[in-house]
């Protein structure tokens, strides 16, 4: 039996995934659950502990905390996967030589890098203006010139919409606290990238390609904390797939045509793009495309331009909810398209659902051991203000009656939280 190694800021689904194939599992992840998978041998960065705080994950984690982690896992590794938070070209050093174990893409630093990738790809798909900025003044000077433009400004390398903020010289000008982030920004990250801001729906491609071929397998509609009311909160916290006029109509501004021969087209036109785009990167595996489709112009937003945002060069946060819909098991697909075998039909039956929830406020996590609620932390830790506090997960044949399940389990969940001042 083989042993697979799982490395990622989140293992929990993937090895669920692996613990239903023939592998010896190990993993090394940021986080662990209390509803994490047994028989496991697994080493993680948080340990959490009763009345501690779990303190804040961008200051805590690195990818090189997540290899050291495993040192004693990798030379027994037969296989090793990757998930976010850490790629290839973190293999560096005394942990080079494990890169050749690696299933999926060895390289992806020319796509992490936004502004690289921004340059491979702006004269052969349709993509927001986006410009390297490298300080203040030069970023204030952008602005004044284009102040009729709204911009997304954002670190060159990163996911999740974290550190992502909508910006205009006017707030600049007025806005003493936007003023303060920016700089935290520049402090932090010194090279940041200044993207044309494009209005719309934001979409996403699941997509296996092996090193010959792509087939996209769903589309799903993405959401970020900006579309659940958290004005101008681009993180990532959820989706709705499969994409159609029942996933496009909820939680936006928009008016969605019932035109079922428009959305049939558009996620043709999505599939095809993705393909394209996955195959002239060269990657292999289950990645991801992510996308926005403009309200600019047309009053039905079926009719609209799809702009390419960037390529996600693994798994996605949709991995359980497209396992789910499409009754497969992503991991071993993922595998099987590696070595050049990908899967041929894919039904999606009903819809998948999910929502992470962020903590509005400092707390004291209570008992949340509930059906749908995942990625539970221990019962009596700390969790920081706007830290994660859990997932929410539901399988449904209706978008509206699997949103109000979500919004009971909320409902529940504020019950089992106790604000800390």
């Not at 590794?77 to 998930?83: E, H, N, R, T």
Request: net charge negative; aromatic share 10%.
């Amino acid at each position: 039996m083989e042993n697979i190694l799982i490395f990622g800021v989140n293992t929990r689904a993937e090895v669920n995934s692996a613990k239903k194939l023939d592998y010896n599992v190990y993993s090394s992840s940021y986080f662990t659950c209390s509803d994490f998978p047994e028989g496991v041998w697994e080493k993680h960065i948080l340990n959490e502990e009763v009345d501690t705080s779990c303190g804040s994950f961008e200051n805590m984690f690195t990818s090189e905390k997540l290899l050291e982690n495993a040192e004693d896992y990798l030379d027994n590794a037969d296989l090793i996967i990757l998930c976010s938070g850490i790629s290839g070209d973190d293999f560096r050093g005394r942990f080079k030589k494990y890169q050749k174990k690696i299933v999926g893409n060895k390289s992806t630093k020319n796509i992490n890098d936004k502004y690289k990738f921004y340059n491979k790809i702006k004269n052969k798909f349709l993509s927001p203006h986006t410009t390297l900025v490298n300080d203040i003044d030069e970023l204030v000077e952008i602005l004044k010139g284009h102040d009729e433009i709204q911009f997304i400004i954002k670190p060159k390398q990163g996911s999740g919409g974290y550190n992502t903020l909508l910006l205009d010289y006017d707030t600049y000008i007025k806005d003493n606290y936007m003023k303060n982030l920016i700089e935290n920004m520049f402090n932090s990250l010194d090279e940041i990238i200044l993207q044309e801001y494009i209005s719309g729906i934001n979409i996403s491609s699941s997509v296996l390609s092996s090193s010959s071929d792509a087939k996209t397998i769903i589309n799903t509609r993405l959401l970020s904390q900006n579309d659940l009311g958290f004005s101008e909160d681009y993180r990532y916290c959820g989706n709705i797939l499969p994409l159609d006029i029942k996933s496009l109509e909820v939680l936006n501004k928009y008016t969605i045509a019932h035109d079922e021969i428009g959305v049939k087209e558009l996620n043709e036109d999505i599939c095809q793009f993705s393909e394209e785009i996955i195959k002239d990167c060269g990657l292999i595996g289950s990645n991801g495309v992510d996308l926005i489709l403009s309200d600019k112009e047309e009053e039905n937003i079926l009719n609209n331009d799809l702009y390419l945002i960037e390529v996600n060069p693994r798994f996605q946060g949709t991995y359980e909810c497209v396992e789910k819909v499409l009754s497969i098991n992503l991991l071993k697909e993922h595998i099987n398209a590696c070595n050049g075998e990908i899967i041929s039909e894919v039904n999606p039956k009903g819809y998948g659902i999910k929502e992470i929830i962020y903590a509005p406020y400092k707390l004291k996590q209570g008992n949340l051991n509930k059906e749908g609620l995942y990625d539970i932390s221990k019962e009596g830790t700390i969790i920081e203000k706007n830290e994660p506090l859990i997932t929410i997960i539901q399988e449904t044949n209706n978008v509206k009656k699997g949103l109000k399940k979500i919004n009971n389990l909320k409902e529940y969940l504020n019950s089992n939280i106790y604000p800390i001042k």
